[in-house]
């Protein structure tokens, strides 16, 4: 496991135990595979499925009259979650400077979209920029924590990565382009097809077990967006947050922000990318007759 905490190299290694009888081959170790699949999933999902737990609680049973406005409840439960996440070594130090720069950009681009009225906030608490209460950082944040997490939990590896200063411009006009085309020509779907364009070729190596899946990473964002965009519907029906069509009577949100989310995803994949610069798998340069890449060389994609 690449760049693993304390704690999970601890847990690694009971897992390698318990899973050292299980067959290399048929129904059982096809079993093995998916639950550990799953298991990691739910691991690097951590941050993330607690956040959203604390808001589901707080729709269901914050009272209304409590001293503590509800969303300022919400940002000292998120301070809290980061900070356990550190304390008991979920997350490591280089990790946390990710989710900070997700932090920032996140909430920078919440003041504006509030601003702009494409959502809206409850207006109490006063842990809160204008209109935006703090805790909604760390729902970006949320996302930037399974990235960094699920990167090094399945020893991603990558073949035919796109250069990371091309993936840097397109990011950027990305992130520019969620805020001008307020007044502007949107220009989601050029993006949309650069993005095709430029990751088309790119698969995914992600080390399960014992097995190594290969996915095309279009594929990959695709199916991350897809699962935001349902937590997003859990957070708007528990009142997190709410769209304009969303004022009066919840539902659910509208099907176009998985665009939104399949662009944010981009952010957030070149952010990492920079922290943990995508790699060839060693294992498949050691079958082509290579050597697995020298720590000290330059990435794939610079």
Not at 105 to 123: C, H, I, N, Q, R
């Amino acid at each position: 496991m690449q760049r693993a905490t304390s704690l999970e190299r601890r847990v690694d290694a009971t897992a390698r135990r318990l899973l050292r009888a299980v067959p290399t081959s048929g129904f059982r170790a096809g079993l093995a595979e998916f639950v550990v699949f799953v298991l990691k999933q739910a691991w690097a999902c951590v941050f993330g499925a607690a956040l959203l737990v604390v808001i589901v609680a707080a729709r269901l049973w914050y009272p209304d009259d409590a001293a503590l406005a509800r969303n300022d409840a919400l940002t000292i439960a998120a301070v809290l979650i980061q900070v356990a996440m550190l304390v008991f070594r979920l997350e490591s130090g280089r990790e946390l400077w990710v989710i900070v720069l997700f932090h920032i950009t996140g909430t920078a681009m919440e003041l504006f979209k509030t601003d702009v009225g494409s959502w809206a906030y409850a207006a109490d608490g006063i842990l809160r920029i204008g209109g935006v209460p703090l805790f909604s950082g760390f729902m970006y944040a949320a996302v930037g924590s399974y990235m960094v997490r699920v990167y090094r939990l399945f020893d991603l590896g990558f073949t035919r990565y796109p250069r990371r200063w091309v993936t840097a411009v397109l990011a950027a006009a990305i992130y520019v382009n969620f805020f001008t085309h307020h007044w502007w020509w949107d220009a989601r779907w050029v993006l949309l097809a650069a993005v095709v364009v430029l990751w088309l070729p790119t698969i995914m190596h992600a080390r399960v077990w014992r097995r190594t899946i290969r996915l095309p990473l279009l594929a990959v964002f695709a199916g991350v967006s897809v699962f935001i965009y349902l937590a997003e519907n859990i957070g708007t029906w528990a009142g997190a947050w709410a769209y304009p069509d969303q004022a009066d009577v919840w539902q659910p949100v509208s099907l176009s922000k998985l665009s939104s989310w399949f662009l944010l995803m981009i952010i957030s994949v070149v952010l990492v990318a920079w922290v943990y610069p995508p790699q060839v798998p060693a294992a498949l340069l050691e079958n082509e007759g290579g050597r697995p890449p020298d720590p000290g060389a330059p990435p794939l994609g610079r």
